[in-house]
C-alpha cells in the first residue's frame, strides 16, 4: 500500500474520532464559537497529525544465524515464492483502489466546480453596488439571499420584504461576513473532494453551516434585541419558500443561506439557555483522542542492533538472484570476524603465534595456496579463498607429507552473498521513508526521494556503524531500519 493511501486512512480515522467527540458530547452546547473552533482545529489536526513522525530508538540484539545451509536456503526460497503471490495481490488491490479513488476525485471535482462556475454566471448577471467594502449583488433573477465572502448576492423574495426585515437580512449575511464563514465552508469542500469517500467529512460540512446559522442569529438577535420577532421572521420565510435551503444552487455549498434548514434547530438554540462555563470542560475528553492519534501515527520505534549483533549470510550463491518472484540475493561486505578454518600444510615446522599470510598461486590445482612461513612460502591445501593474514592457534599435525593445521583466520570485510531487496520494490515511498529512518538514526540525508551518492553514503555508513553488512539494502539492515515490510 503507498504512502499516500496510508496517508488517508490514518487521517479519516483521526477525523471520524474527533467527529464523535463533538457528536456525543458538544454538538448541543451553546459556545459556538468554540463549537466551531473546535470542528476547524481537528479537521487539521488529523490532517497534519499524520504527517509528522517522532522517533525513538531501541537497542536489540539481534538473533546470530551464522552460515545459512543450502538446504536451509532452498526452504527460504520456497516460502519467498509462496508469499510472492500474496505480494501481487496486495499490489494488484491498491492498483484498483487508486483508481476507484481517483474516479471519487474526477466526480466530486466536476460537482464544486460547476457550483462555483454557478456562482460566477450568477454574479455576472446581477447589478453590483459597493458600500463599506462590501458588495451588493441585486437583479440577479435568483429566489433566495446568501453571502460568498464580501459579496451580499440579493434574492428576489426581499423585494416582499419590509424595510425592517430587509435590515435584519442585512445584519445576518453581515455576520456571516465579518466571521470568514466563507473560508470554512471553501476549506471543507476541498476536503470533501479528497475524502469523498468518508461520510464524516459530510457530517462536519452540516455542522459547521449550522454553526454559522447559529451564530448569525445570535448577532441580529445581540443587535435588535427582539429573539422573538427574528424566530416569527424566520418561520414566515421558510414557509413562503416552502424550503429550507435554495433550489437553484442547492449544490452551491460555499455559500451561507439566510433560510439554511433546518430551521427547528436555529429556534431551539435561540431559546436554549446558554451552557454552563464548567461544560467547557467537555472539550477535554478529545485529549485522550490526540493521545491515542500522536502514539499510533506519530510515535515510530526504530531497533538498532547491539554491538555483539551478527548477521545473516549464505554458503553458496542461490538460484534466484533477481525478478518478482521469490526473494533477491546480492554480495555484501560483511563486518570483520574470527573464524577456526584447517589447513593442510606440506611437512614443515611451523611455531605456534606466528603471523602468517596466504596467498593464491595461479596453478592447476584451484585448492593450493602458498604460506609464508619465516619469509618462507610453502604450499597450502585449502577450499577456503582469503588473501587475509592469519594466526596460528594450535598445533595438530602428525609428522608426515601433508600436516593439518588448525588457524584462527579473521576475515575482513569480507564479500558473501545475503539476501537483499528486489529492485522492483525499491519505490519512491520506500527511499522517502529510508531516508527518514537514516536520519532518525542520526544521519543527515536530505528527503527527496531518490537514491542519489548522498543517501548512499549515509546507508554505507549506518551499516559500518551498526555491525551491518553493507553495500546493499540487505535484510538485516531493513530489519534494524523497520522497513522490513517492503520486503
Known sequence: MSGFMIYLLEASVGLIAFYLVYFLFLKEETWFQLNRAYLITTMLLALLLPLFHISYLLPIEVQTVGEISPAKLDEIITEAKALSYQNWLIDYSSTIFLWIYLIGIGVTSFVFFRSFYRLLNLYKKGTLKRQNGIVHLN???????????????WGDEVNNYSKIERHRVYLHEMAHIKGNHSIDLLFVEILKIVFWFNPVVYSYKSFLQLIHEYIADEEVIAIEGAALQYATFLVKQAKRNN????????????????????????????????????NVLKMLSSL?????LVFCFCVEYITMPTANAQTQRVATPPDITSGKKGSCYARCHFPDQEKTVTYNVFTGSIETGIDLEIKEISSNNSSTKWVKIKGVWTAVKTNNPTTEKIKVVKDISQTDQYEARTFKITEKNSSEWAEVICSHKITSDFITLLQKRLNAGGKSVEVTGKFNDATKKA??????????PSGNLDVQTLKVLNLESYL
Open 139 to 153: 437583479k440577479t433573477n435568483y429566489k433566495d439571499t446568501f453571502s460568498f465572502f464580501n459579496i451580499i448576492f
Open 243 to 278: 424550503l429550507g435551503y435554495s433550489r437553484q444552487l442547492q449544490d452551491g455549498k460555499f455559500c451561507n443561506y439566510l433560510l439554511y434548514k433546518p430551521i427547528k434547530n436555529r429556534l431551539i438554540m435561540m431559546k436554549k439557555i446558554k451552557s454552563k462555563r464548567r
Open 459 to 468: 546507508l554505507v555508513s549506518f551499516q559500518k556503524e551498526h555491525n551491518l
Open 288 to 292: 485522550p483522542i490526540l493521545s491515542g
